[in-house]
């Protein structure tokens, strides 16, 4: 099975929403690059302080999958879910 990657920008809205990805940014670099098959995952803030450039590669599908669904269920999935997310992903069936 192929990689599975996401690229794109977290784009905050205003100054709060970026206080709150900087404030639990940390702990979810940390749980995401622990779980199995996260092959590379960054998070960094581009020169605009609003928006974060997002890089994730995971071994495939089912591991990418599995993250989507902890991220969902976890703090930083609640703390962030209202903030603008543009990503492409690639390496998933739906792409063929």
Do not use: K
């Not at 709060?16 to 900087?22: D, L």
């Not at 092959?39 to 995971?58: A, G």
């Not at 993250?67 to 603008?84: L, M």
């Amino acid at each position: 099975m192929p990689e599975v990657t996401l690229s794109g920008e977290l784009v905050c809205s205003i100054a709060a929403e970026a206080q709150t990805v900087a404030r639990h940014l940390p702990l979810h670099l940390e749980l995401t690059r622990a779980e199995e098959g996260c092959l590379s995952f960054n998070v960094v803030r581009s020169e605009n302080p609003l928006v974060w450039h997002v890089e994730e590669r995971f071994r495939d599908a089912a591991a990418f999958e599995a993250h989507q669904e902890r991220v969902a269920a976890s703090e930083w999935g609640r703390a962030t879910a209202g903030i603008e997310r543009r990503y492409t992903i690639t390496g998933m069936a739906t792409d063929a």
